[in-house]
């Protein structure tokens, strides 16, 4: 039996593993390679590794973690978890099932893209989700913001720190007069496809037949849980704007006792920053709540929210 099982070994989970390497801690890490942010070339926003390329962080990370002889990393997905505290079970793609002690669930979310022809071979290098993560990449470029619903209308007013010249494109019946004003250009017809050469938006086409060139496309989408482990344990997920996520407390711990979640899977506002620190945070938390009993979870309990 492990100690503890990770399933995910991006961010979240590579954090994770490492703080309990560094502890001494048994760990298995199960993982598919299959990174939200594999779409993706470059990483930016992130201290030491600002436009650092994403394949190079990868070598980095598995080199360092290499480094730790108590660290098993099974690359392959989880396809089925049971069990509870001290007792976890998680059954491999490829038919062996792995025991451990704490269970630590960092698989990440899935962005739901609308059904546009064009889009998925863009997605990560032309359309773009996230203004605090792209918006420096935009300067001097010409953008398209599309808005699908009205919580996503603050996208238009940050995306103007770095892009004045901005086109919106009204994918619904959705308006607010003072936001969209602020905008050169507004499109009141759905997308329905995507002109592009090797994922490098060329132009937008839309419903009435008319079309739009332009270089870059932001476009909000709402995410998923990337496997329904969670459900499977019983735990309380929190359903957001963007989608849900697995609800957990101050220490990483989910509502189920000895199961632990960092990194896209656990929050709301999903960065590789975020999931470092979550990472780091659940793998201290499982770590030390391996002396204990699920009624006395004992000292890392004294860890204030």
């Not at 086109?167 to 496809?193: H, S, Y």
Request: glycine content about 10%; charged content about 20%; proline content about 2%.
């Amino acid at each position: 039996m492990h100690d503890i099982c990770i399933i995910g070994g991006g961010y979240a989970g590579s954090a994770a593993a490492l703080q309990l390497a560094r502890m001494r801690v048994n760990v298995l890490i199960l993982d598919q390679g299959l990174g939200r942010n594999r779409y993706s070339d470059k990483v930016h926003g992130v201290l030491g590794f600002d436009g650092a390329r994403r394949v190079e962080i990868k070598r980095q990370v598995d080199a360092q973690l290499a480094n730790y002889n108590t660290i098993i990393w099974m690359k392959q997905g989880a396809v089925a978890v049971s069990g509870s505290w001290d007792h976890f079970s998680v059954d491999c793609e490829d038919g062996q099932t792995i025991s451990s002690r704490r269970l630590i669930l960092c698989h990440g979310v899935v962005d739901l893209l609308p059904d546009i022809p064009g889009i998925q071979s863009c997605w990560g290098k032309s359309v773009l989700h996230c203004p605090q993560c792209h918006g420096d990449l935009l300067q001097g470029k010409q953008v398209a913001v599309a808005i699908a619903r009205k919580e996503q209308l603050g996208v238009i007013l940050a995306l103007q720190r770095w892009q004045a010249d901005l086109t919106v494109c009204l994918m619904d019946d959705v308006e607010d007069a003072e936001v969209i004003t602020e905008a050169t250009k507004i499109i009141r017809t759905p997308i329905v496809g995507i002109e592009h050469e090797f994922g490098l938006l060329k132009t937008l086409k839309f419903a009435d037949g008319s079309s739009l060139d332009t270089q870059f496309l932001v476009l909000g989408t709402e995410q998923r849980l990337s496997v329904n482990f969670a459900r499977q344990l019983g735990c309380t997920l929190t359903r957001t704007s963007t989608g849900e996520h697995i609800q957990v407390d101050h220490r990483w711990e989910s509502t189920i006792p000895g199961l632990f979640a960092a990194g896209d899977a656990a929050r709301a506002k999903r960065n590789i920053n975020f999931a470092l620190a979550d990472g780091y945070a659940a793998g201290a938390s499982a770590a030390l709540s391996l002396g204990h009993t699920a009624q006395a979870p004992g000292v890392f309990d004294l860890i204030e929210p």
